[in-house]
């Protein structure tokens, strides 16, 4: 079928494989019929965990990956060696034209080395960013890039910012979407030489929409629609981010249940409160794609449960749908017959 979106998935990678890996699997499978997935891993431990569930069995295949890479180990190094990995086989899937995404848990180093060195970057594109969606009072934003160039370039962030906004427009939905910079400091002025040299750079960007600097504190009241950072940066402020997040929500669960008085308020408030707190649940976003790339690689949290690799999945048929790698290649030859 022309429609059938085909997502290769990591079955052995993270804290819980493969049980919430199949699990997510079945239930993507479930909500969205144009779904074809291949869940690549060892077999015998994919198939006990799949005779589980009923299933449809035209939409989900195993394939066979007897090594996995691990998280401690040198990821080019074990991008290398080790070939028949869940990792390296779902790459090449993509590579070869067999799977149109691949979404992992596993090491997020071999991730980023084989989404570079196997699927290969998009021509013209200079380094592929980590974006994650993050929660904020209006909604989300997209932090780019959280993890992948701790040592970026300005005309790296200027591409962050332009795939950044595709992918907010285009997946989300956002008419010209806000894009900011992160900064110590609202002034044009300030911050460090990549910021200062970087925010002329993107005030004069003619096809995104800058508003200029973002500081921390703004970020959670969605003063942007697309965070522009290198990944030092981005990384503290999403591991801060979920910190954070985590503390408050077990501190408000904790103090209701204080007091009789607390828990029969707690009772009253339960139906709202739920509704508020499970806007700082990372799973319900997916994961964070590696943009830029020749196909879709989406890197979820190493602790996935299996409700962030079903929304993981229904995001990779958003990006095909809308043909995210097809406008971001318009994009990056608009910008290169520019420069010329």
């Not at 925010?199 to 973002?214: A, E, T, W, Y």
């Amino acid at each position: 079928m022309e429609d059938t979106v085909r997502v290769a998935v990591d079955a052995m990678g993270g804290d819980n494989a493969p049980r919430e890996v199949v699990k997510g699997v079945v239930d993507a499978a479930a909500m969205n019929k144009g779904l074809s997935v291949f869940l690549i891993g060892r077999e015998t431990e994919v198939w006990e965990e799949l005779k589980k569930y009923q299933y449809p069995h035209g939409q989900i295949s195993v394939v066979d990956a007897p090594e996995v890479i691990e998280t401690a180990e040198p990821p080019v190094m074990a991008i290398r060696k080790k070939k028949k990995s869940s990792i390296v086989m779902g790459m090449n899937m993509i590579k070869q034209g067999e799977a149109d995404a691949f979404v992992s848990a596993g090491s997020s180093g071999a991730i980023l080395a084989g989404g570079q060195l196997i699927v290969g970057r998009i021509k013209g594109v200079e380094r592929p960013p980590l974006a994650p969606l993050i929660p904020t009072e209006k909604g989300v934003s997209l932090l780019v890039d959280c993890g992948a160039n701790v040592d970026a370039r300005p005309s790296h962030l200027i591409q962050f910012a332009r795939m950044g906004s595709i992918y907010m427009e285009h997946v989300l939905g956002v008419k010209k979407p806000r894009v900011a910079i992160v900064n110590i400091g609202a002034e044009e002025e300030k911050g460090n030489a990549l910021v200062k040299e970087t925010f002329p750079l993107l005030k004069n960007c003619p096809d995104i929409h800058f508003v200029g600097s973002i500081e921390a504190r703004e970020i959670p009241h969605g003063a942007a629609d697309v965070i522009v950072c290198e990944a030092f940066v981005g990384n503290v402020i999403l591991k801060l981010y979920e910190g954070v997040g985590a503390t408050m929500i077990g501190m408000v669960k904790q103090g209701m249940m204080g007091s009789l008085r607390s828990k029969i308020g707690a009772l009253l408030v339960k139906p709202a409160l739920k509704h508020t707190l499970s806007a700082f649940d990372a799973s319900q976003y997916g994961g964070a794609p590696l943009l830029g790339l020749n196909g879709l690689v989406v890197k979820t949290h190493g602790n996935a449960k299996a409700q962030e690799i079903t929304n993981s999945m229904i995001q990779c048929v958003t990006f095909k749908e809308q043909q995210i790698n097809e406008r971001i290649k318009k994009m990056i030859g608009t910008s290169s017959q520019e420069e010329e």
